[in-house]
């Protein structure tokens, strides 16, 4: 077991890049970490890593290990899965990603309860509003809140989510409520952004009678947190893209007010997304209908 262990760590490192991170997901110390991958070299007798002060990379003994081991790790979930099937009691860990404001309020809030139903499954859950490869990390599920590309994997659509421009009234009464697209861009309205490596949130894609049309915004404040984006403009300082679940309490209580309600953003697809190896596992179908039903219980609550 010990064996199969230091594997288990070196797959994390490899895919994490640093003992840190892969010590943090499998609930164990740096120093630890460290150890068992020292084990696992000297038992292979070469140099799995390349060791700066920041980061680990795999030599190519360990690139080469990393191929062949993975293939046995993976082999022995699905094994275990299998079992799991079986028998009727699923175990293990899930690795589960999802966006910081949403995860939040809709995920990890439910974690407990789906523990107490499945006590023997080990939720582990990373929340970012960048996207997560999840391939690379081996996440095992993705929720996401937007526009879903990724053929490569596995897709269970939750709900369509309406969204919609809006501000605060203090920031309307400062800046004017656009009353067109064109006078959105044009008059130079602060429009809060979300920005991240890879991220198109500074093009707004909003409806028309004539259809739909992509419009570049701008705006001197942006952040990678969601969360902080509404912070904003509840204080007045723009105007925010959300989806209508996330703002409805502010529209309904008077803080925020809907902006260009003729010409609303296209609606997200809230969606879980998943390697197609997992398809089968049952402890992911488990979490996968318990989150789903639960996520459609509070958005529909909450858009009332």
Known sequence: MSYFENIKVFLRVVELGNLSAAGRDLRISPAVASNRVKELEKYLGVRLFNRTTRQLTPTEHGKIFYGGAGRIIRAVEDAEASIASVSGKPKGVIRVTAPLGFGRRFIASGIPAFHEQYPEIEVRLRLSDHNVDILKESIDLAFRLGVIEDSSLRMRGIMDCERVLCASPDYIAKAGMPETI???????????????????????????????????????????????????????????????????????????????????????????????????????????????????????????
């Open 182 to 304: 064109d006078r959105l861009v044009k008059d130079s309205h602060n429009c809060l952004l979300l920005r991240f490596p890879g991220s198109s949130e500074f093009v707004w894609t909003l409806q028309t009678p004539e259809g739909v049309r992509k419009v570049e915004v701008a705006g001197v404040f942006d952040s990678d947190d969601g969360d902080v984006l509404m912070e904003w403009a509840l204080a007045g300082h723009g105007i925010v893209n959300k989806p209508r679940f996330e703002v409805q309490p502010f529209i309904n209580s008077g803080q925020l007010v809907t902006v260009l309600p003729d010409n609303p953003p296209t609606a997200a697809k809230l969606a879980v997304i998943f390697p197609h190896k997992d398809f089968q596992d049952p402890k992911l179908r488990l979490f996968i209908d318990f989150m789903a039903a639960r996520c459609q219980k509070m958005i529909r609550a909450a858009l009332q």
